[in-house]
């Protein structure tokens, strides 16, 4: 039940395409969900992060879409470019403070 | 406002031997959670300092331990190293009873045990 899984493993994406990666959970407990931009050899940077009383957040490129009744997630990356190649990580803890249950990771590449 | 930092940024040590990783919360946080990180794989929570005490374990054994100080600083020790514990070891802080009580990660201690 702690589990959160991550699809897919890996993606490559045109320069200006979207980028999608979706995540599901089992834990009903879990009410914020962050995503995380890792860049080799560094730590993971918080990307943008929802709670389950909101169906969709959006800052700039990036678009979190939430379904609780589903359990999924998903990250949308709008006019993806080079520089968005990374490991992205999407994560659920109950109260953002607390244990972080992460997803396998991403592995996208924007192609020029 | 500073960041999370952490030293060293690399170690090497060899099976049996015992590491010390050292970790700064950013400003104004009072809670430093630490996670392994295997290569190609995701964070894996091992335990969580608040108020210098251990609040929240992960599936880890008693070998890890940490401590936490009054400015909110942490340590993490790994005792009779073994090979599996190569990885990449994250800090991570954050404000517990704040709005945004997201976590924050420093860039990491990369073990290496040979």
């Known amino acids: 039940q702690q589990q959160v899984k991550q699809s897919p493993q890996s993606l490559i994406v045109q320069k200006g395409g979207i980028s999608i990666i979706n995540c599901a959970y089992e834990n009903t407990a879990f009410d914020y969900f962050p995503w995380y931009q890792q860049f080799p050899g560094k730590g993971p940077a918080l990307l943008i992060a929802?709670?389950?009383?909101?169906s969709e957040k959006k800052e700039g490129r990036f678009t979190i879409s939430f379904n609780k009744s589903a359990k999924q997630f998903s990250l949308h990356i709008m006019d993806s470019q080079p520089g968005d190649s990374a490991t992205y990580f999407c994560a659920a803890s109950i109260g953002g403070f607390q244990k972080l249950v992460f997803g396998t990771g991403t592995r996208l590449l924007v192609s020029p | 406002e500073t960041g999370v930092t952490q030293s060293p940024t690399h170690l090497i040590k060899t099976r049996g031997q015992q590491v010390t990783l050292r970790c700064s919360s950013q400003s104004g946080h009072n809670t430093v959670s630490w996670y392994q990180q295997a290569l190609g794989q995701g964070p894996q929570f091992i335990f969580q300092?608040?108020?210098?005490?251990?609040?929240g374990r992960g599936n880890f054994p008693p070998r890890f331990s940490g401590l936490q100080f009054p400015n909110y600083s942490s340590e993490l020790n790994v005792n009779a190293l073994e090979l599996d514990d190569s990885a990449l070891y994250l800090c991570?802080?954050?404000?517990?009873?704040?709005?945004?009580?997201?976590?924050?990660f420093g860039p990491g201690t990369r073990l290496t045990v040979l």
């Open positions: 991570a802080s954050s404000r517990e009873g704040a709005l945004t009580d997201t976590q924050y």
């Open positions: 929802i709670r389950p009383d909101v």
């Open positions: 300092y608040y108020r210098e005490e251990e609040n």
